[in-house]
């Protein structure tokens, strides 16, 4: 089963800088899609970037400029840049990613969550 972690989130004052990660486990046998997301309190989870196979890249307009996506098609991660954080990008920021997957001789559809990783944007 595919699993993902996310990691790199932390307290960062306004304006400043994080990178966050986003590292897979199990079989895949191709990805077509990887996102980045995020939830902030008592809202609904919302897109932040997305990045295909082929790196077309996608943004959220509140994002745009600011934040930019990255993927290792060798080892199947995804990045999130972010730079000028702004209180509002305080959320769990959740990775996702979209594709085939191998059980065996089995291939399955698969889209897969990280648990998220927590970015506070705070002075």
């Known amino acids: 089963q595919v699993q993902l972690v996310e990691s790199g989130g932390g307290l960062v004052q306004p304006g400043g800088s994080l990178r966050l990660s986003c590292a897979r486990s199990?079989?895949?046998?191709?990805?077509?899609?990887m996102g980045w997301y995020r939830q902030a309190p008592g809202k609904q989870r919302e897109l932040v970037a997305e990045?295909?196979?082929?790196?077309?890249?996608n943004y959220a307009n509140s994002v745009k400029g600011r934040f930019t996506i990255s993927r290792d098609n060798a080892k199947n991660t995804v990045d999130l840049q972010m730079n000028s954080l702004k209180p509002e990008d305080t959320a769990v920021y959740y990775c996702?990613?979209?594709?085939?997957?191998?059980?065996?001789?089995?291939?399955?559809?698969?889209?897969?969550w990280g648990k998220g990783t927590l970015v506070t944007v705070s002075s």
């Open positions: 996702n990613m979209k594709g085939v997957e191998k059980k065996g001789t089995v291939y399955a559809a698969m889209d897969a």
């Open positions: 199990g079989s895949i046998f191709s990805i077509n899609y």
């Open positions: 990045i295909t196979s082929g790196g077309s890249t």
